[in-house]
């Protein structure tokens, strides 16, 4: 099957640091990446959607400056977290998009583990 | 818009006994139908998904759905569960443009013996 991986699995910086995660689509291109985010014991929230080549969509109230997202290739999406808060920790999941079947399957990666002192 | 909703937070069940865990959707187009698993800090793991066809589905680890139209519902059963099931379970829906997925909150599933 269809593998992401995602890369820290887990990270710690200090507060104004800036932090990147990479997501990679292992043995398959995928067009459209997805970022979501989660909060200790609540659900996945969908906060930009990233297209190859493109620039990505950001959900409304997501800030697209503090939360910067390249899709350079079919294969690798990153997310860079700015200027870095203790409101910025949280679990940081991506996905990506795949066809099968006619319908674009995602795909999600293990998820990266924020942590801002 | 699409939404969707986890009828119930927690579910506690001992081992061996049957479980039902209950979603409700909405949308205004035809949608696809999901239930994952999390286990602690971990990813998602897809259980089974809905995309056309039979409304029973079958997935992994025993667990299955069916899908009904007319109550708009995607409820998961497991006819016996282990210890092993202890996890977080979210259903999601997505519409035929493969557009991210609508999750739920979420419901926890405790099994004890």
């Known amino acids: 099957g269809a593998v992401v991986s995602q890369h820290p699995s887990r990270v710690i910086c200090k507060s104004g640091t800036s932090v990147k995660i990479e997501c990679r689509s292992l043995d398959f291109q995928a067009t459209t990446m997805f970022w979501y985010r989660q909060f200790p014991k609540q659900s996945l929230m969908l906060m930009a959607t990233?297209?190859?080549?493109?620039?990505?969509?950001?959900e409304q109230g997501v800030e697209k400056d503090k939360f910067l997202i390249n899709h350079a290739s079919l294969t690798l999406s990153t997310l860079t977290v700015t200027s870095a808060h203790p409101e910025d920790s949280s679990f940081y999941i991506c996905s990506a998009s795949s066809t099968s079947g006619g319908y674009n399957e995602q795909f999600f990666g293990p998820g990266t583990r924020l942590t801002v002192l | 818009a699409q939404s969707v909703t986890q009828l119930d937070s927690q579910v506690p069940v001992f081992e061996e006994a049957p479980v039902e865990l209950r979603c409700n959707y909405s949308s205004s187009v035809s949608v696809y139908l999901f239930w994952y698993v999390q286990y602690p800090n971990q990813g998602l793991q897809l259980l089974l998904k809905y995309l056309s066809g039979s409304t029973l589905v079958k997935g992994i680890n025993g667990f299955e759905a069916e899908f009904n139209k007319s109550q708009t519902s995607f409820h998961l059963r497991k006819p016996s569960v282990h210890i092993s099931d202890t996890a977080e379970y979210f259903c999601?829906?997505?519409?035929?443009?493969?557009?991210?997925?609508?999750f739920g909150k979420g419901t926890t599933l405790s099994v004890s013996s």
């Open positions: 999601a829906v997505s519409n035929q443009a493969g557009t991210a997925l609508i």
């Open positions: 990233s297209n190859e080549g493109s620039k990505a969509t950001y």
